[in-house]
């Protein structure tokens, strides 16, 4: 068997470059251990090279103009399609909805549906500066927020209204048993916006139920291999708000990287 590798450029791993590379190269070690090729290319190579001979692509890539322009009949971890749709935050939102995945109150719209305080995220792209995200309490604030998006171009968003309590990263790989799960602490985070969502109450919650919801957002997407954020309120109920396509796993990489080994391989023989 014959796995392409596309890694992730770096422009797309704020401050998680490292980590980044070392979830792949764990992964792909780990297929080269079961006597399993695996050649590498970077993804701004992934337009120029000949998929004929392999089984499966193994994709960290998110340049979405490539990503739109990268057709493989063979089976692709994560799928293209589902890469791309974790570009758009504002489309996962309604996929969600119409999928009955928990997730807060939801506006697409400049003059928001939902209640202040909420959150302004940039609607499509992937984040690559603080401004991308903006936690806001106010009219004024919010047309700050979407004006500095504008200014960079972006007419897209999501508007989420903020949820009250535990917030809980979330790692897993779809079809199989592996799933991770901790408190946000504000140790490792991109922007530092974890800190904003205070102390952890230790609200209490199924564990269980939350792999069950995101397994079920990952196949809806089409994103095997994922990560991403639940808030859980008081009442212990759960509540999407991010889910993002191959996080750096930092936390749980070994195990991790097993999965991704065991999907891979199951990709390859039954998908």
Known sequence: MRVLGIMRGSRYSVNMAGLDAAIFQAAVEG??????????????????VELEGYDLVLSMARDITALSQFCASLPCLNSTEGILACSRKA????????AGIPQPPFSLKESPTVRFPLW???????????????????????????????????????????????????????????????????SHSKFGLERLNGKVRGYDFSPYALKTVADKAARTLGVQIYGGDCVVDEGGRLNLIDFNDWPSFYCCLEKAAE??????TNAMTKD
């Open 91 to 98: 489309h996962v939102a309604q996929v969600f909805e119409q």
């Open 259 to 264: 999965a991704i080994v065991e999907r891979a």
């Open 120 to 186: 302004v995220k940039r609607g499509c792209g992937c984040p690559e500066e603080k401004s991308d995200t903006a936690y806001v309490t106010c009219e004024a604030e919010l047309k700050a927020a979407i004006a500095m998006l504008r200014e960079r171009g972006i007419e897209e968003w999501l508007l989420q209204e903020h949820v009250e309590g535990d917030l809980v990263k979330f790692y897993g790989v779809e079809g199989t048993s592996f799933f991770h799960w901790l408190y946000a602490d504000g």
């Open 31 to 48: 297929l080269r251990e079961k006597g399993i090729t695996v050649d590498i290319i970077l993804e701004d190579d992934m337009l120029s």
